[in-house]
């Protein structure tokens, strides 16, 4: 169950620096960051720290936000 980042993101960056696998990928673009699904442990860690309740479990998130969350964490470095 990785977790997903919604819209609610504003980039912040503190659930990058918590991170324990360095899950996220950030876009200078993009108007929010993602998780990468197959790096994510699951740890959960980065949930509570995000000030915009923007962080589920993808059981918990929309379709759109993971469908995002995985294109996007494999086009960003
Ligand atoms: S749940 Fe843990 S491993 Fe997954 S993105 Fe958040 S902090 Fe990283
Ligand atoms: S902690 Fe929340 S608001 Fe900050 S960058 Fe991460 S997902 Fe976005």
Do not use: H
């Not at 993101?9 to 990058?16: F, G, I, N, P």
């Not at 324990?20 to 998780?35: I, L, R, S, T, W």
């Not at 962080?55 to 993971?66: M, N, P």
């Amino acid at each position: 169950m990785p977790s997903v980042v919604s819209d609610k993101c504003k980039k912040c960056l503190s659930c990058v620096e918590v991170c324990p696998v360095e899950a996220f990928k950030v876009n200078d673009a993009a108007p929010q960051v993602v998780v990468d699904p197959d790096v994510c442990i699951d740890c959960g860690v980065c949930i509570s720290e995000c000030p915009a309740e923007a962080i589920t479990s993808d059981s918990a998130a929309q379709e759109k936000d993971i469908a995002y969350n995985a294109e996007n964490a494999k086009k960003w470095a």
